[in-house]
């Protein structure tokens, strides 16, 4: 398999607490993805470098949290969070992490937000299978 990452963007909608991120292919080989384009399905065998930018329009003193799932209903230890000020503004969330897929593996990412109504998202992924 070539050393490309996989590049993914996020479908920009209107997302609330709890929902999982969906994704547009952009480019890559080796990760596939599930029918509600939620779930990234990894490539058994190889071990990636996952990196994420996510931003979301927040209203006033609010927070936005990532957390990434790898196969299991617990988050993995790699959220981040940021929060907006004292008027709604762009808030950008990222993160990256080492990620073993030794079996088959899938990874979704999460939010989690403070916000009452649903919040305007876009940002990017991108999965970088490591050489063996």
């Known amino acids: 398999m070539p050393y490309s990452a996989s590049q993914w963007l996020v479908e920009p909608s209107w997302y609330k607490s709890g929902d999982s991120l969906r994704w547009s292919y952009r480019g890559g080989e080796g990760v596939g993805i599930s029918p509600d384009e939620a779930t990234l399905a990894l490539t058994p065998g190889r071990d990636y470098f996952v990196s994420y930018l996510i931003q979301g329009v927040l209203p006033p003193r609010a927070s936005l949290e990532v957390l990434p799932y790898f196969g299991s ?3 993995i230890p ?3 969070s940021g929060h907006s000020g004292i008027q709604e503004e762009r808030v950008g969330v990222s993160g990256g992490f080492l990620l073993p897929a030794a079996n088959p593996m899938y990874l979704t990412l999460q939010l ?4 009452p109504a649903p919040i305007s998202v876009t940002g990017s992924l991108h999965l970088f299978p490591l050489p063996y």
């Open 112 to 115: 989690a937000t403070n916000s």
């Open 78 to 80: 790699f959220s981040s």
């Open 73 to 75: 209903e617990d988050p």
